[in-house]
Nanobody, 121 residues
Framework: QVQLVESGGGWVQAGGSLRLSCAAS????????MGWYRQGSGKQRDWVAD???????QYAESVKGRFTISRDNAKRTVYLQMSSLKPEDTAVYYC???????????????WGQGTQVTVSS
């Protein structure tokens, strides 16, 4: 019923920039929080950033000042603008969304399929 489709991953040199997108589709009444996690090879999945439906943002300390999260509610899309990228930012990035279903109005959490970001020295 609901899908989150990510795009924008790829390769970039250290110091460069990359923009990730994640679009929600399907049976959706409203979307509450949207955000991003990332997971490096052999490492745990760490939270990166979150944006509420009203546009309030939060960031992990490791990316604060370098990454910017935003959303377009009309397009049901969340973005992650990444700048000043470092090799340690290399990871699979997963978007998430808290979505309220029609009729029941209950919230469920959904995840994107993941997109690889590789930052080279």
């Amino acid at each position: 019923q609901v899908q989150l489709v990510e795009s924008g991953g790829g390769w970039v040199q250290a110091g460069g920039s990359l923009r990730l997108s994640c679009a929600a589709s399907g049976s959706i009444f409203t979307i509450d929080d949207m955000g991003w996690y990332r997971q490096g090879s052999g490492k745990q999945r760490d939270w990166v950033a979150d944006v509420t439906s009203g546009g309030s943002t939060q960031y992990a300390e490791s990316v604060k000042g370098r990454f910017t999260i935003s959303r377009d509610n009309a397009k049901r899309t969340v973005y992650l603008q990444m700048s000043s990228l470092k090799p340690e930012d290399t990871a699979v990035y997963y978007c998430y969304a808290q979505i309220r279903a029609p009729q029941t109005y209950s919230y469920n959490n959904y995840w994107g399929q993941g997109t690889q970001v590789t930052v080279s020295s």
